[in-house]
Every structure is written in C-alpha cells, then in structure tokens.
C-alpha cells in the first residue's frame, strides 16, 4: 500500500509536525508491505528519540527518494495479471504512472476509515479539550460583550486575535485549527469569510456577531461556531436563529440504526429551517481529526452524495452545524462537536444496533436570541439541561476571571 495524504502518514506512525499551518502535519508519503512499513521523509525532522520510537519495523528513507522507490518497485512487481499495488482514490497521477499501469488497484483509503473511528484515549482527549476551549470562549465572549456595550471600537481581526490569546494561555495548547471566522452584520452571511486585519468591518452592538473558530491541542481538535447580538435582536433574527438551533438539536438527539449514513441525517438539520421556507448551502457537519486537520472523511453530514459511501460509526467525530444566512445582512450558524456512540433502545430491530450523538462543545448558545414561542418542551429541556452541563464543566476553571465566571452563569440560566 502507498500512503500519500499528509494525515494519513501522520496517523500511521502516530506522529504530528508542523508544515502546513493550522494542521499538524508534516510533509512525507509512506510504503507499507506485509514486513514493514517505510517513511519517506526528510531526516533532519526526525531527533533520535522519534526514530526509536518507530522501532525496528519502520525504515525511513529520504523524502526525496520516493518516486525513485515506486518506479523499483514497479520492476520488481513485473507485469501480473492483477495488481499488487493499492493506492488511495486520492493518489496523484504521478504515484500512479510511477507505481506502473496495471500494478496498482485505486480504492478508497482503508486508513482514512479508521483514522476516523477515535478510541478510547482520544476521545476523552476530545472532551477534555473542549472544556478547556470553552473557559476560554467564555472568557472572549465575556470580554467582547463588556467592550461593545462600554462603547469600544473593535474591528473583527482585532476580536479573533483577543480570542486567539485567551486560546494560547490554555494547557496543551498548540494553535488555531483554522484561521477565525470572525464576522459582524453583512459579513456574517459569508460563510467562509476570513476578516483582513488590514479592512475589516468594525463589530457593531446592533449587528448580529457569528464567531467560528477553533484550536489544536495536544489531547484533541476543536471547531465551534457560536452566533450573538450583544443589542435587541429583531424578530426576523431571533425567528432564522431559533429554527437553526431546532435543527441542531435535532441532529444531537439523533437516534439512528448502525449502518444510517451523514447523508440521510442531513434532512434533521433543516426540517425546522423549511417549514419557515429557509435553508443554508453548506454541510451539517464533517469529520474531526484528533490532534489533527479540523477536516477529515471519509464521513460527514450533507446532501453530498459522496455522504452517502460512509455509514457513521461509533468512535467518529462530526461536526454538528446547521445555518441561515441573509445575504447581505446577517448569518447564523451554531456549531458543536459530536462523537457518535452506541446507545440503548428498548428495541433492537433487525438486530442491528443503534447509534447518537454526545457533544463535548462547551459554550453557551444565546438564549437572548430564542423565540420561545417555537420551542416545544422537549427543546426547551434540552437547552437547559445543556447549559447547565457547560456551566458545571467550565465554571471551575474561570475562578481567576469574575468577569467570564458571571457571564457563563447569566447565559447558562435557564430559560
């Protein structure tokens, strides 16, 4: 098998770099046959202490002897009657002319599959990172909201590098998983706006303020959109706000038989938002790396249909992101981070055994925005029984900042 994508190479051998910003990556392809398995990378990134640590099974060669290596072994492998080779379906054309035509069999990469299913120690990495996270958010939001209502003049890059320092004071901290999404008003309707330090709108109280952004950390990866108005939000806005957060809690209370894929849970997300005649055009929700990108497959929540190659197994990671967006006047969004667990029914049909969701987000959702008047029970308890458990996660960790301590508490009360 050759290994080319750069997260894949890094989880094989259980190894993270620095290369590409924002993901914890290094540059490398990899070999691996019945034996042992090579690392093509450049040696001077390696310290005696990691080569030990991949051990006698592991050869490494140098990055630059690759394709050189392919092409030996293309005349090693001769011409067969069926291949000896497997490549990943997102190899390069060169792997493929250097492993040799009719030596290579393309399918989708088994590593991307289990590298998607987290065991045990990663996903209590991932909660445990998200509580962290959420200290710091509190301590941000609780910051921006104190500045805005004094009257401060704050562009949107000068807000996403403040929430950047809270991020870099946080144990295991190691940097953002992408650069923030920090948008006010108009910008806000932009999904992947990306704010200029240089000419960037400055937040207003009255504009709706959608944040979304997230870490690396040694213990795991985060991704976490949050929407707020720190004035009096409209009814149009509070209505839009209200439908995407009954869509996100539909996908959180998801109970679905193994085997459903992110394609067919897609529809949990939008019902809410279409019975008012709105939509959002972007995913529900994607794979999560640990330690690693912030986007990962092979799974995912979409109307994609490549979505619908991938059931979702206990163990993955997802991102769990409805949205609205008012071209030209503000967006919506309100994104947590799922791990897909087995659970229990009282019925088993089929005996096929089924599957939800546990968030580790911890951040309040603003309830200032909420029309209760479209809430039934059941969400309204879901809301509450959620901000009560962020606030018992993260308040502990806010007893050097009283400012973010009666902030976290003022918007986990229950409504």
Known sequence: MVVTMLDEVAWLFNLRGADIAFNPVFFAYATVT???ATLFIDSDQLDDATRRNLGDDVAVQSYATFFDNLKCLSKELGTGDSPKVLLGDKSSLAVAEAVGAGN???????VAEMKAIKNETELEGFRQSHIRDGAALARYFAWLEERLVAGSELNESQAADKLEEYRSELDLFRGLSFPTISSTGPNGAIIHYDPDPNDCAVIKQDQIYLCDSGAQFYDGTTDVTRTWHFGTPNAEEKRAFTRVLQGHISID?????????????????????????????HGTGHGVGHYLNVHEGPHG????????STALKAGMTVSNEPGYYADGRFGIRIENIVLVRQVDTPNNFGDKGFLGFEHVTMCPIQTKLVDESLFTAEEKRWLNDYHAEVFAKVSGLLKNDQRALAWLERECSAI
Request: charged content about 20%.
């Open 34 to 36: 019945m034996d042992k």
């Open 104 to 110: 290579y069999v393309l399918v989708p990469s088994p």
């Open 253 to 281: 209370t998801a109970i679905f038989p193994s085997g459903t894929t992110g394609y067919l849970l897609d529809a949990f997300a939008r019902r809410a938002l279409w019975q008012d005649g709105l939509d959002y055009r």
């Open 301 to 308: 929540m979409g109307v994609r249909i490549a979505y619908n």
